[in-house]
């Protein structure tokens, strides 16, 4: 187990993505081995279990931003005094931002859970698939920002008159 902590901490630091793979999938083949998996088994539900476990750690990642990150925020913007803030807030720019986290943690790590795949079209289009939605999620993140700037002009005497859009 310490040869693949160093492995990966190796990896991670070199940026060689393939190299992580490689290691965490010997490692999680190993276990699956010892205990008393089958060895054809193991090796076809290996990339499964890693990938499955990228995939949770993204969705924990997620609830962090939610459930924590977003709270703190929140009480953050009701103590000040500016209304612009709570303006951004409430059309939940935050939000919409806090959403990209699990899928951008994802199109990063899922090379670990295929790295016998590295140049094949699986990969790419796993990931084509996360672009996608980081894409579409962004330009809703995008959208809600300009609705709130577009909020809080509006509301400011100096600018009633003058147009945003």
């Known amino acids: ?5 160093d492995t990966v901490s190796v990896a991670l630091a070199s940026g060689e993505v393939e190299e992580l793979g490689g290691a965490v999938m010997q490692e999680v083949n190993r276990s699956l081995l010892s205990a008393g998996v ?18 949770g750690i993204a969705l924990l990642a997620n609830v962090i931003c939610r459930r924590i990150i977003l709270r703190v925020v929140a009480k953050l913007v009701k103590q000040t005094k500016a209304t612009w803030d709570d303006i951004v807030f409430d059309h939940k720019v935050m939000v919409h931002l806090s959403r990209m986290v699990a899928p951008i943690l994802i199109y ?21 698939l ?13 959208s809600s920002l300009f609705t709130a700037i577009y909020q809080v002009y509006s509301r400011k005497e100096q600018y009633r008159d003058k147009p945003v859009k």
């Open 108 to 128: 990063i790590a899922i090379p670990i859970a295929f790295p016998e795949h590295a140049d094949s079209g699986l990969l790419d289009f796993l990931r084509r």
């Open 1 to 5: 187990m310490k040869e693949v902590i």
């Open 130 to 142: 996360c672009m996608i939605y980081i894409l579409a999620v962004f330009l809703r993140f995008v």
């Open 38 to 55: 089958n060895e054809e088994w193991a090796d076809k539900i290996d990339n499964l279990i890693v990938l499955l476990f990228i995939i």
